[in-house]
């Protein structure tokens, strides 16, 4: 093995996922357009997410919660957020909330 890149290896840090895993902090986007708070933001996502705007206690709450904080604080299931995870992060990259119908499940054949 190279000396140079033994050392290197012998100085980088044991636990590499620590580094990356917290270190950067997602910024929170301001209202735009007729969704100025939790309740328009989660009736205009759909999938019955309307009711659950009582949870979030602000702007800032909706956009900064966890997923541990939104399963164990807020007891939203997994299909629940997934689907505001999915619609932060889009309304973040400027994607206005826009309805996406669910299929109707095959019809099972013989």
């Known amino acids: ?27 929170v986007p301001a209202p735009r357009g007729d969704i100025q708070d939790p309740a328009a933001f989660l009736t205009k996502i759909g999938r019955s997410s309307a009711p659950l705007a009582e949870k979030f206690k602000s702007w800032e709450h909706l956009f900064s919660a966890t997923t541990g904080e939104m399963k164990s604080d807020l007891a939203l299931s997994v299909k629940q957020r997934r689907w505001i995870l999915n ?5 973040r990259q400027g994607v206005d909330p826009y309805v996406i119908p669910l299929k109707p499940p095959k019809k099972k054949t013989k």
Do not use: Y
């Open 87 to 91: 619609w932060r992060e889009k309304f």
């Open 1 to 27: 093995m190279n000396t140079a890149f033994a050392r290197c290896l012998a100085r980088a840090p044991m636990g590499v996922r620590s580094i990356h895993a917290g270190s950067v902090k997602k910024s």
